[in-house]
């Protein structure tokens, strides 16, 4: 069965820094690119991040682009966000989600809650 | 960036009854594969979304076959049969042919 389970999740201070991680458990996790989609409250979802399977490719919304860094360890089976000069807009739950071979993302963890302010 | 919108923003529905969402991009989907990389995504109240259907009309695995999906270019649809109460939340559409990936902005489906 596919796992995700993210952490790291807080209050931080406009301006502050978080880093979120990931652990990915029940399939080739070194296999797959792996994304980073938040949510603010009582909104929709919003693509914030990828990173390709060997790390090769990052991408980056505009929104985050100089301020959070995604990363991962294949060995760890785990993925992290650091985020940096966060700005009150920040705030959302933020769901790791595994990309699937079809274009699409499939696997969605429970979500971790980060809260500027 | 491509555009994704949903209509309608709410929809009551009647057990049982069906129901439509429409879904438009800004740009086609069309890859230069060929495949048309249009998904759609449920996520019931406080829950993570769920992938119902990827490629405008595959069905996930576990998806009830009351759920399908259609269309092409840059007009598709989800269409819910006989809805059932566990069909309660929001709908979101979205686009797989480029970066930055885009959502459309969530149907609610209730229950009248």
């Known amino acids: 069965e596919v796992q995700l389970v993210e952490s790291g999740g807080g209050l931080v201070k406009p301006g502050g820094s978080l880093r979120l991680s990931c652990a990915a458990s029940?399939?080739?996790?070194?296999?797959?690119?792996m994304n980073w989609v938040r949510q603010a409250p009582g909104k929709g979802l919003e693509w914030v991040s990828c990173i390709s399977s060997e790390s090769r490719y990052k991408y980056y919304a505009d929104s985050v682009k100089g301020r959070f860094t995604v990363s991962r360890d294949n060995a760890k089976n785990s993925l992290y966000l650091q985020m940096n000069s966060l700005r009150v807009e920040d705030t959302a739950v933020y769901y790791c989600v595994r990309e699937s071979s079809s274009s699409s993302v499939d696997y969605w963890g429970q979500g971790t809650l980060v809260a500027v302010s | 960036e491509v555009v994704m919108s949903q209509s309608p923003l709410s929809l009551p529905v009647t057990l049982g009854q069906s129901a439509s969402i429409s879904c438009r991009s800004s740009q086609s989907l069309v890859f230069s594969d060929g495949n048309t990389y249009l998904s759609w995504f449920q996520q019931r109240p406080g829950q993570s979304p769920r992938r119902l259907i990827y490629?405008?009309?595959k069905r996930d695995s576990g998806v009830p076959d009351r759920f399908s999906g259609s269309g092409s270019g840059t007009d598709f649809t989800l269409k819910i049969s006989r809805v059932e109460a566990e069909d309660v939340g929001v709908y979101y559409c979205?686009?797989?042919?480029?970066?930055?990936?885009?959502f459309g902005g969530g149907t609610k489906v209730e229950i009248k």
């Open positions: 490629k405008v009309s």
């Open positions: 029940g399939f080739s996790f070194s296999s797959f690119s």
């Open positions: 979205m686009q797989g042919i480029e970066w930055p990936l885009t």
